[in-house]
């Protein structure tokens, strides 16, 4: 290893260690390390997906841990079941049951055996202990087919823990053949609340499920007039029976039911990522014009400082929603056009940097000794300007964060990739605020705060740092 890496390595081993010194700096770079892990381990943190997993609780569900205050003890919590293969047979006369696929998901051959007819009835017990939900969902996919005379029919009926019986869902007598149906029972329908006796404006959710304990959900399938000429057959999808709860997972739910952990979570990766490529895009670009322009001089300084002058000058917004007009909302041109108006101030530092070192006895010394300018500036310059890009790196990562954000919360960002900022324009434009879902608006907030404050504070400290070493020379 050559004296100058040895060298350089050391010098790096003493600003790290100083770094180390410096409260300010490891606070930073402890929250960095937080925020780093919630990103890269966000598959690990949760098991929802953030864009498609939507209907996981009720709209705006406040967060779980929420159950230790005596005001949402009992609020009511999710009960997803998933039947088809839960059901149990309770009853079964002239059927034969058999298991097949659809569109790579099991779903349940029902047919008739013998002459006459069939009938199946399946039930399913669950135990409900918390308060009255605001609505329930069930869902029924079937199809049916018979010959001629034959007919069938379907029912599903909730069973309470005090004996009350409830049809929730009766076919019409079906005859020949039933094209795939999937039977959607809402709590909230008003052809449901007629046909059960209650009023209009009846809560039916709070009705059926006002007392804890054991239900029983039934299905009941008949089929008539089956004989060996015509035999009738139910086929049975995934069904699904789901009460909304109001609380969900560590950070509640949005105005879809989607779990706001998760978004967090992947909205982590998406902010850090954003941060680190635009920072290292527009720092490889400065660097680049900064030393260029201060060791040539000249007319290619003049130049290019003009260019950098110009690109201060126009304004980034106009520019963004002309982008998002011609090519739609888009993170990589979100990534590219923060890059390409982030450069300029990298590009000033460098080269005002880059005006000193050029007249420095050793770069003197290898021009006089015919390097040639290429050499010099790998060779001599960048290495001494590599404090101060490391510097302007680290700061520069929470100003594209934050920029991101911005757009993202105006409405140009992309709504297919999770960030932070699309989780706040979501809060704004669906009633978080008016709301107070402080679960759903503080978090990402908060992250954005405390991330640009992380980089700040290691930023600072770096170029404290580094500047004092380089007065000392």
């Given amino acids: 290893m050559s004296k100058k890496k040895t060298r350089r390595r050391s010098a790096w081993r003493e600003v790290w260690s100083e770094f180390l010194r410096s409260p300010r700096g490891v606070f930073g770079l402890v929250l960095f390390l937080i925020f780093l892990f919630l990103g890269l381990a966000a598959p690990w943190l949760t098991p929802y997906d953030p864009v498609t997993d939507r209907s996981l609780a009720a709209a705006m569900a406040r967060p779980a841990w ?55 009835v399946l039930e399913h017990k669950f135990e409900y202990d918390a308060g009255a939900p605001d609505m329930f969902i069930l869902e029924l996919p079937y199809a049916f087919s018979g010959g001629a005379g034959v007919t069938g029919q379907a029912r599903i009926t909730l069973e309470t823990p005090a004996g009350d019986t409830y049809r929730l869902f009766e076919s019409r007598v079906l005859r ?4 795939w149906t999937v039977q959607r029972v809402d709590s909230r329908d008003l052809q449901l609340k007629m046909r059960l006796g209650f009023q209009p404006f009846a809560n039916v959710a709070k009705e059926l499920f006002g007392e804890r304990g ?25 069904s699904r029976f789901r009460i909304p709860g109001q609380l969900h997972g560590l950070l509640g739910t949005d105005h879809l039911g989607a779990d706001l ?16 490529v635009v920072a290292i895009i527009a720092v490889f670009v400065g660097t680049l014009v900064g030393i260029v322009s201060g060791y040539l001089g000249g007319w290619v300084d003049e130049l290019l400082m003009r260019i950098v002058d110009v690109m201060i000058s126009i304004p980034f917004l106009p520019i ?3 982008v998002v007009a011609i090519v739609g909302q888009s993170i990589e041109a979100l990534v590219f056009l923060v890059a390409i108006f982030s450069w300029m101030s990298v590009a ?79 809060a704004k434009s669906f009633g978080a605020f008016t709301a107070l879902a402080w679960w759903w608006i503080l978090p990402p907030g908060l992250a954005l705060t405390l991330l640009a404050l992380a980089f700040v504070f290691m930023g600072n400290t770096l170029d404290d740092i580094l500047n004092r070493r380089n007065g000392e020379r």
């Fill in 214 to 238: 054991e239900y029983r959900l039934v299905a009941e399938f008949e089929m008539t007039g089956a004989s060996e000429a015509g035999a009738a057959t139910f086929t049975v999808g995934e």
């Fill in 261 to 276: 952990w998760s978004q967090f979570v992947y909205g982590t990766r998406t902010s850090l990522l954003i941060g680190f």
């Fill in 66 to 120: 929420m159950r230790l205050f005596p005001k949402y003890k009992d609020a009511p919590v999710t009960v997803d079941v998933f039947l088809l293969r839960n059901w149990h047979v309770a009853e079964r006369e002239n059927v034969e049951i058999d298991w097949r696929e659809r569109e790579g998901a099991d779903v349940m051959v029902i047919t008739s055996t013998g002459e006459g007819g069939g009938r199946l």
């Fill in 348 to 426: 000033r530092l460098v080269r005002s940097q880059t005006l000193t070192l050029r007249e420095r006895t050793f770069v003197e010394a290898a021009r006089a000794a015919g390097a040639r300018p290429g050499y010099i500036m790998r060779a001599h310059i960048l290495p001494n300007v590599l404090g101060l890009v490391f510097a302007s790196l680290v700061l520069l990562i929470p100003s594209a964060i934050l920029t991101e954000a911005t757009m993202s919360f105006l409405g140009f960002g992309d709504p297919t990739v999770p960030t932070w900022g699309r989780m706040l324009q979501n």
């Fill in 176 to 179: 020949n053949e039933q094209r």
């Fill in 320 to 322: 963004m929603i002309v």
